[in-house]
């Protein structure tokens, strides 16, 4: 089920006119369901639960969901009704476990291969005629290969105001643009060539993190961003850190490639290179190919798996 149909991505997963679109009433369904998982992770022992909403997953959905009718789509205080009714509900029902929020804190078109004479990059999918965009959260609906992190400010001020305070600051979407969310040299094996240079997506990640930071003081926010980065990784953090414009740096590819990498580097031991994930993506291509996620290029267990053949072999006729 989905939250709305949209024009550009529907085709491109699957969705036909048969999908369902969630009806109001199932999402009062779907809320208990949120209460019933968080309720097991506080039996568990958990701490917390992440109330996602990013990466295209349903909560970032709704929150794009302009053309939806009803309680749920249109302005920004029916596009975060789902939001703030599942937060209500696990604060109600699981009393004393804490809220955090992943969130995309701006989308960009859906970009694809290059056409013949288009060039050797990753390109934007023809939206002109469909502006004003009214499918993205974050985006310029004038020009949506552009930030306007309005929306993205008032969200944090609402999770402020809801008493969450712990929040991950990502972007847009890995199935559709997945430069934004997970800058890389290589794209995984359904992915497109990288339209910029990575460290430029690094960049739009630490200063969105930073400008919203400014804007909502009060939240703990957690940055993302930063592996491609490499060696190079623990000073932009520290310094990131140091002037407050982010409290914790959040590590993922790395740790599949490096899970010392934390512990080396907040205890000062030299760095070991030939460990350090240098953004191959294959951790990325396997889960795609219902395989396993691991560091197939530089992780011995990974390597040795038989799945590594079939990633190389996916690679190969990708072209990478």
């Given at each position: 089920?989905?939250?709305?149909?949209?024009?550009?991505?529907?085709?491109?997963?699957?969705?036909?006119?048969?999908?369902?679109?969630?009806?109001?009433?199932?999402?009062?369904?779907?809320?208990?369901?949120?209460?019933?998982?968080?309720?097991?992770?506080?039996?568990?022992?958990?701490?917390?639960?992440?109330?996602?909403?990013?990466?295209?997953?349903?909560?970032?959905?709704?929150?794009?969901?302009?053309?939806?009718?009803?309680?749920?789509?249109?302005?920004?205080?029916?596009?975060?009704?789902?939001?703030?009714?599942?937060?209500?509900a696990i604060r109600r029902d699981v009393p004393g476990?804490?809220?955090?929020?992943?969130?995309?804190?701006?989308?960009?078109?859906?970009?694809?291969?290059?056409?013949?004479?288009?060039?050797?990059?990753?390109?934007?999918?023809?939206?002109?005629?469909?502006?004003?965009?009214?499918?993205?959260?974050?985006?310029?609906?004038?020009?949506?290969?552009?930030?306007?992190?309005?929306?993205?400010?008032?969200?944090?001020?609402?999770?402020?105001?809801?008493?969450?305070?712990?929040?991950?600051?990502?972007?847009?979407?890995?199935?559709?643009?997945?430069?934004?969310?997970?800058?890389?040299?290589?794209?995984?094996s359904d992915g497109y060539p990288p339209p910029e240079?990575?460290?430029?997506?690094?960049?739009?990640?630490?200063?969105?993190?930073?400008?919203?930071?400014?804007?909502?003081?009060?939240?703990?926010?957690?940055?993302?961003?930063?592996?491609?980065?490499?060696?190079?990784?623990?000073?932009?953090?520290?310094?990131?850190?140091r002037l407050g414009h982010v409290d914790v740096v959040?590590?993922?590819?790395?740790?599949?490639?490096?899970?010392?990498?934390?512990?080396?580097?907040?205890?000062?031991?030299?760095?070991?290179?030939?460990?350090?994930?240098?953004?191959?993506?294959?951790?990325?291509?396997?889960?795609?190919?219902?395989?396993?996620?691991?560091?197939?290029?530089?992780?011995?267990?990974?390597?040795?798996?038989?799945?590594?053949?079939?990633?190389?072999?996916?690679?190969?006729?990708?072209?990478?």
């Open positions: 089920r989905i939250a709305y149909r949209h024009p550009v991505t529907d085709a491109r997963v699957g969705v036909t006119d048969d999908t369902p679109v969630f009806t109001d009433a199932a999402l009062g369904e779907l809320i208990q369901d949120y209460v019933s998982t968080a309720r097991f992770a506080a039996a568990a022992g958990y701490d917390f639960v992440d109330i996602k909403s990013c990466h295209g997953y349903l909560l970032h959905e709704f929150l794009t969901a302009h053309t939806r009718p009803g309680p749920y789509g249109g302005p920004f205080e029916n596009r975060t009704r789902l939001f703030r009714e599942i937060v209500a476990l804490h809220l955090g929020v992943r969130l995309s804190a701006y989308d960009f078109v859906p970009f694809a291969h290059p056409k013949p004479g288009e060039g050797s990059r990753g390109v934007p999918m023809e939206y002109r005629s469909y502006l004003p965009w009214k499918f993205g959260f974050g985006a310029n609906p004038d020009n949506p290969v552009e930030i306007d992190l309005t929306e993205p400010v008032a969200f944090l001020r609402l999770c402020r105001d809801l008493d969450i305070r712990l929040v991950n600051i990502s972007a847009g979407c890995p199935y559709t643009n997945p430069h934004i969310v997970r800058p890389a040299t290589f794209p995984p240079d990575p460290l430029v997506g690094c960049a739009r990640l630490v200063g969105a993190a930073m400008r919203l930071k400014a804007a909502v003081p009060e939240l703990t926010f957690v940055g993302t961003g930063y592996t491609y980065l490499q060696e190079f990784l623990p000073h932009v953090a520290q310094a990131q850190v959040g590590v993922g590819r790395m740790v599949l490639s490096y899970p010392e990498f934390p512990r080396d580097v907040l205890h000062g031991r030299p760095l070991q290179r030939k460990r350090l994930c240098r953004t191959f993506s294959d951790c990325t291509t396997g889960p795609r190919n219902k395989m396993v996620s691991g560091c197939y290029p530089l992780d011995p267990f990974y390597k040795a798996r038989p799945e590594a053949g079939v990633i190389q072999e996916l690679r190969r006729k990708a072209g990478r």
